[in-house]
């Protein structure tokens, strides 16, 4: 189950926390502006560049933040905007 957006910056500070001193981490969203269920009933949280930026910063510390927008086909024969981050915990 996806956090709702709302939490989404706790839940990123649990997994900061429990990385290793410079450990990696990698995450994709859906990218828009409506959050929802798609016709398979999976709910994705949709967020912008602006509001997943917010989020890693409120969460805490992170190095070598990077923020890719691509798109990729769906289960529907359609193109889905993702962003996909990579980040690192600073070393200890």
Known sequence: ??????????????ILRAL???G??????KSGT?????????????LDQNRLAAAYAKSG????L???EYFSDN?????DRWIAISARKPIE
């Open 61 to 64: 510390s992170w190095e070598s």
């Open 75 to 79: 289960h529907f024969g359609r193109q």
């Open 24 to 29: 990696l981490h990698f995450a994709t969203f």
């Open 66 to 68: 990077s923020m890719t």
């Open 34 to 46: 409506i959050a929802g269920r798609d016709t398979l009933g999976r709910y994705f949280n949709i």
């Open 20 to 22: 290793r001193s410079n």
């Open 1 to 14: 189950m996806s956090p709702r957006p709302s939490k989404l910056a706790d839940v990123l500070s649990l």
